[in-house]
């Protein structure tokens, strides 16, 4: 079934020039709409639309994104108002726009303050911006639920507490 997508991409994508631009565009491009799918549900996408809608609005980039795009090699593009860095979104330095999005995939019930390390995965099939890790670590710092459930694993994972053998007397 995979393999019989990319061949089929393959077949599609012969124009002359950049064809391996292309191929690494769409390969980048597939890889990000499958993981979309994967973790949204219908509220989900409504949701991420409006979300999409406010990127779209702010024009500001930061330097090393105008570098990329000037690069022109495959890796970064523009394509419908939004900028793609390896096939994410890029999120533009709006502290507003990233709350929104750190809220998203932190806070909603079918993510369920995830932790530092899975929120970052999550993230990162969808978005890019420069400090992305060093945002989700504040984030995730900075919340009440994920600092408990934290807690909660790592007594789990700890074997018997001393404190918690009865003291009985015999
Ligand atoms: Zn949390």
């Known amino acids: 079934m995979k393999a019989d997508i990319l061949l089929r991409k ?3 994508n012969t124009k002359e ?3 391996d631009v292309q191929l690494l565009k769409d390969k980048l491009w597939q ?3 499958t993981a979309e799918i994967t973790i949204m549900g219908e509220n989900k996408v409504r949701e991420e639309n409006s979300i999409l809608k406010e ?3 702010i024009e500001t980039r930061e330097k090393e994104v105008i570098q990329a795009l000037e690069r022109n090699n495959g890796t970064t593009w523009e394509e419908d108002e939004l900028v793609y860095m390896e096939g994410k979104i890029y999120v533009p330095n709006n502290k507003k726009v990233k709350e929104e ?3 998203e995939n932190n806070d909603s019930v079918d993510v369920g303050h995830p932790g530092q390390q899975r929120m970052l995965e999550l993230l990162k099939r969808n978005y890019w911006w420069p400090g992305l890790k060093e945002d989700v670590k504040r984030y ?3 919340c009440f639920k994920c600092q408990q459930n934290k807690v909660l694993h790592q007594r789990k994972a700890g074997k018997l507490h001393p404190l918690e ?3 009985e007397p015999w």
């Open 165 to 167: 053998i009865p003291q």
């Open 31 to 33: 890889r990000r709409t």
């Open 55 to 57: 990127i779209r609005r």
């Open 140 to 142: 995730v710092q900075g």
């Open 17 to 19: 020039g950049n064809k």
């Open 10 to 12: 393959d077949q599609v």
């Open 101 to 103: 999005i750190l809220k």
